[in-house]
C-alpha cells in the first residue's frame, strides 16, 4: 500500500516528538528516523507537483515545519484508485 505524502510528513513529526525525550546517539537515531519519512513525503509528492527541501533543516529536534507543509498543501489532489464514491445510478437502466 502506498503512503501519501502527508502521511509520511505525519509520520516525521510524530517520530521526532517521541525522539524529544532522548538524548545523545538516541536521539540522532530518531532524528534520522524522521529525516527518512521526510525523504519518502517529498517522493510521495513527486507526481503531484513535488516539494523542495532546500530550505528545511535537516538537524533540528524541532524544524520550521511550516516550511514542509505550505508546500503540502499546495499540492495537487491525490489519485486514488478504487470504486467511485457515489454510484452511478444510469448504469441500470
Sequence with gaps: MLFLA???????????????????????KFI???????????LAAKSRGGINLD??????????????????RGLAPPHIDGPPLVPDLWLRW
Design 6 to 28: 502527508e502521511q509520511h510528513l505525519v509520520a516525521a513529526k510524530l517520530v521526532r516528538i517521541n525522539g524529544a525525550t532522548r538524548a545523545g546517539a538516541d536521539l540522532e
Design 32 to 42: 534520522k528516523m524522521s529525516n527518512s519519512f521526510v525523504v519518502c513525503a517529498r
Design 55 to 72: 530550505r528545511f533543516d535537516w538537524k533540528a529536534l524541532s524544524p520550521d515545519w511550516s516550511v514542509v507543509d505550505r508546500q503540502i
